[in-house]
DNA sequence: ACGCAAATTGGAACAATTCTAATCTATGAG
DNA sequence: CTCATAGATTAGAATTGTTCCAATTTGCGT
């Protein structure tokens, strides 16, 4: 077998779970099989509970959002916050930022490299920084 | 009368609700008061709530939550959003960015001159850039 | 195969927010 | 001033996204 990367997209579902310790049950393998089929992708529980009815993937909405979190807990997902009513989970956990289309509710990647935010003070006396994230808003014309 | 800024802290509530065009209603005039009597206010709607019946202001959640929207679109107050589940209104319209103690719900302000964000590339054909957001989810040690 | 911890599920419960339709009020025309 | 009316407020219902619960099912070590 070829030298592979820890977490890669080619990884097989069954694969990732085991990496992850998690058991590998029909609707966990089914939903990593939907989330990391393409790479950067953006969902809401809502839109994989969608996509999973579509394509015949038997799951109850309480599954779904239990997948997402132990998915994002084992860091196979992140979590962005850009809508103060929705959350939406990315299957891109490096490092970068995000465009958010406003009225589509649509996430667009920014590569970290691209994008750097300096002059970030010193936190509060007792706090630490965990992630420094940014959002560019945008509006379509 | 010393010249003075269009919309200052010191600005007592009547005229800030008549620069923005609102109605001088008790309910609009005393929230006013409550949000703009300090400088740098991070509140949500039930936490305006609490604080307006904490003082003895009679006003009903609805009638928060349509303020709070009213004086945003009038430009009173911007929208923050660091909490998938809860709204952040802040009296700062000025150029800043936060911290967010996330299990604190807390918001800290960076000005905006000390923080700098640089390499945003240009939004995808068709959409324009509304604002950059930056939020530095900060912990407790 | 068995036994059991872990996972799934439908539906109830929740929390934040918005909506509705009835009532009240600021305002400006007369 | 008085009044008519557009605009504002309100209680409570409705909606939405998410979490919780208790009953059932399933993966897996023995
Ligand atoms: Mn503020
Ligand atoms: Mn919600
Ligand atoms: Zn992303
Ligand atoms: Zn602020």
Do not use: C, W
């Amino acid at each position: 077998m070829a030298n592979m990367a820890y977490d890669t997209p080619e990884m097989d579902a069954g694969a990732r779970l085991k990496a992850a310790r998690l058991r590998p049950t029909r609707q966990r393998l089914e939903l990593a099989r939907l989330l990391f089929r393409e790479h950067d992708r953006h969902v809401t529980a809502e839109s994989l509970a969608e996509e999973g009815a579509r394509m015949g993937v038997k799951v109850s909405l309480a599954t779904v959002y239990n997948t997402l979190h132990q998915f994002k807990a084992a860091g196979l997902l992140r979590q962005v916050v850009v809508d103060a009513s929705r959350t939406y989970f990315d299957t891109n956990v490096g490092d970068h930022q995000h465009f958010f289309v406003e009225n589509e509710g649509l996430l667009i990647d920014i590569p970290g490299e691209e994008i750097s935010v300096s002059g970030v003070p010193n936190p509060p006396q007792g706090l630490t920084i965990d992630s420094v994230d940014v959002v560019v808003r945008v509006k379509r014309n």
